[in-house]
């Protein structure tokens, strides 16, 4: 049924009674044929034609947008903080940090900015089960 009906459509509006005479429908059938086809079909000027393709556009990838205004001192001051607490022998724990920022950083300004240094490779990082301890690499 779906195939006889595009068959009769073309670029050129056809009514739906012409359409329904054509194909031999009802008029339930052809609404339910129609139905079926979803986005082939389209309304022109009063009268129903093939649909054109529609174009497929790629997304474009939407990468990390990086640090607000607001949030870009808060992370400076962290990560000079990690620097200057790092330096010392037994390095730094994120406990240690939000004790020594009073309420200023948030837990994860801490990992942002460790994750980042770690990938530039400025500290390192050993693990005793969730605790992590950061130290500047040498």
Same mark, same amino acid.
């Given at each position: 049924m779906e195939a006889n009906i595009l068959s009769l459509l073309s670029?050129?509006?056809?009514?739906?009674?012409?359409l329904q005479k054509a194909a031999g429908l009802s008029? !339930?059938?052809? %609404?339910?044929?129609?139905? @079926?086809l979803g986005g082939k079909?389209?309304?022109?000027?009063?009268?129903?034609?093939l649909a054109p393709e529609p174009e497929v556009q790629a997304k474009v990838p939407a990468g990390p947008r990086g640090p607000t205004a607001k949030?870009?001192?808060?992370?400076?001051?962290?990560r000079s903080l990690?620097?200057?607490?790092?330096?010392?022998?037994?390095?730094? !724990?994120?406990? %240690?940090l939000l004790e020594a @920022?009073?309420?200023?950083?948030?837990?994860?300004?801490?990992?942002?900015?460790?994750?980042?240094?770690?990938a530039a490779g400025t500290i390192q990082e050993s693990r005793k089960g969730r605790k992590a301890t950061w130290v500047v690499g040498s």
């Open positions: 670029d050129s509006p056809v009514t739906f009674n012409a008029a !339930t059938g052809l %609404a339910l044929g129609l139905v @079926s079909v389209a309304v022109q000027d009063g009268g129903l034609v949030v870009q001192p808060r992370l400076e001051a962290c990690l620097l200057s607490m790092a330096g010392g022998e037994s390095g730094v !724990t994120a406990k %240690a @920022s009073n309420g200023t950083f948030l837990y994860t300004d801490i990992l942002l900015v460790a994750r980042n240094l770690l």
